[in-house]
């Protein structure tokens, strides 16, 4: 109970009055802070990640790796600096935008006590089982490439 009074205490993000869509794919951190509680985690961050590119982030358990990913889905908002998707501050988007622009795949997995086809169907509910198994095998293609030779 306490956990969902803390939850429903917290106040929304701010919303843009209006959506600006990104004009490219490019990411920019440009001088950005954040902190949780009080206690800086990241401070002055500057980099880039251009269109087609990919970025690994490397560093100890606690060095912001994952607050960076959150940081650029908007589940928090930076202190200081500014976060761009095509050279608009993700800020000025609407969350709809941003998530078509920006999409990362969480380190803490979670399936439902369902079966696997029932999990896969959570993100279209009227997929048929050949989706489901098209889905699956593209998964496996894209994730695991090797396995399909070895099977």
Do not use: C
């Amino acid at each position: 109970m306490a956990r969902w009074q803390a939850l429903m205490g917290h106040t929304s993000l701010p919303m843009p009055a209006h959506d600006t869509p990104p004009a490219h794919e490019d990411i920019r951190f440009e001088q950005v802070s954040f902190s949780y509680d009080g206690s800086p985690l990241l401070q002055g961050m500057d980099f880039e990640v251009k269109a087609g590119t990919s970025l690994a982030l490397v560093g100890p358990s606690g060095s912001g790796k994952t607050t960076i990913a959150r940081l650029l889905a908007r589940f928090w908002d930076v202190d200081e600096g500014r976060i761009t998707v095509g050279g608009v501050d993700i800020r000025q988007m609407q969350p709809a935008t941003l998530a078509a622009h920006v999409s990362f795949v969480f380190q803490e997995i979670f399936l439902f006590s369902r079966s696997v086809k029932d999990n896969i169907r959570l993100g279209k509910p009227d997929a048929s089982d050949s989706e489901i198994v098209a889905a699956s095998q593209a998964a496996r293609r894209r994730f695991y490439p090797g396995l399909a030779r070895r099977l």
